[in-house]
């Protein structure tokens, strides 16, 4: 089922846990996925593994497969996901600043040294304006998904089925990115890119405003 951490309530995970989702399963049928068991953080979440014990949030059926739980959602700030592996979900990690009737600007969460890998999509944000930084994405369908969102930096993307970065507006730098199907797409010019290295994804390294370069 589902697990909610409430507004003013503090979720403090230790290093080395293992959380293990039951695929395809919501006793509670709540949530955003009412057939997928879902960490709805309405407070703050404490998730800093170790550089040698991190913490994993994954499918208890321990194959490839994304989209057998539901997201680990952050709405608040001070939330930390760090040294963690996450793989399986439809949405890994989803930072909103929207949601209810409620519309802002999402800052003051620490998402770094991660490993995020089979997922629909490894980091889903929207309005959010932190840092991405330090973490490894791949085989997922869309490493990063942002609608807009802050920095992404000195991030491994690679072998991500759809796209390494997806963002409307986003700053993104001192990244590798290799062997997507796309490397970065973004649909407007609202975009800087500086400093990474994007090499051998399929179908193009960069498109801006519908302007392809090569893979």
Request: one cysteine or more.
């Amino acid at each position: 089922g589902d697990v909610f951490v409430q507004e003013n309530v503090t979720l403090t995970i230790q290093p080395g846990t293992v959380i293990n989702f039951e695929p395809n399963s919501d006793i509670l049928a709540s949530g955003d996925y009412p057939d997928k068991s879902e960490f709805l953080i309405y407070g703050i979440l404490i998730a800093e593994g170790l550089p040698d014990d991190s913490i994993k949030f994954i499918s208890k059926s321990h194959t490839d497969n994304f989209d057998e739980w539901g997201q680990i959602k952050i709405m608040k700030s001070n939330s930390v996901v760090k040294y963690c592996v996450i793989k399986n979900a439809h949405y890994g990690v989803h930072c909103t600043g929207d949601y209810g009737n409620v519309n802002y600007t999402l800052d003051g969460v620490d998402l770094s040294n991660n490993y995020i890998s089979s997922n629909y999509s490894g980091i889903f944000a929207k309005q959010f304006a932190s840092p991405i930084e330090n973490c490894i994405f791949e085989n997922n369908e869309y490493g990063i998904e942002g609608y807009p969102m802050g920095e992404i930096r000195n991030n491994i993307i690679r072998n991500n089925n759809a796209a390494g970065i997806y963002v409307t507006y986003g700053i993104i730098k001192n990244n590798r990115i290799y062997n997507n199907l796309k490397g970065i797409s973004c649909p407007y010019h609202n975009i800087w890119i500086d400093n990474n290295i994007i090499y051998n994804n399929d179908e193009y390294g960069v498109t801006v405003g519908g302007r392809d370069s090569g893979p």
